[in-house]
Nanobody, 128 residues
């Protein structure tokens, strides 16, 4: 499975960006797609995740507390793409954002080591 993240950029505080994660290859095994982010000098952290089995099932969506209410994750099965709409951006959202996928598992969604494939990342910079 290959993942390609895009949509990052420079935005002012309070602005918005939409990230896209297109996945290809042997996608039939993909069960969950999540976004992580990594700021300089910090560990990679979970941002949001969604199960592919039902893109419209809100019950499968998880957010970190730091982005809840500002970010929205969604998926388009026809396009094999997951989106991350980011609103009301803050300087602390500045990071490289990565999308990742994994097969079905009961392991913790927020643990990066449980993911099988990763995209290269896209830089998001929020200026004050």
């Amino acid at each position: 499975v290959q993942l390609q993240a895009s949509g990052g950029g420079l935005v002012q505080v309070g602005g918005s960006l939409r990230l896209s994660c297109e996945f290809s290859g042997r996608t039939y095994g993909v069960d969950r797609v999540s976004w992580f982010r990594q700021a300089p000098g910090r560990e990679r952290r979970f941002v949001a995740g969604i199960r592919r089995s039902d893109w419209t099932n809100d019950g499968s969506i998880l957010y970190s507390d730091s982005v809840k209410g500002r970010f929205t994750i969604s998926g388009d099965n026809a396009k094999n793409t997951v989106y991350l709409q980011m609103n009301d951006l803050k300087p602390e959202d500045t990071a490289v954002y990565y999308c990742a996928s994994r097969k079905k598992t009961f392991r913790n969604v927020e643990t990066s080591s449980t993911y099988d494939y990763w995209g290269r990342g896209t830089q998001v910079t929020v200026s004050s």
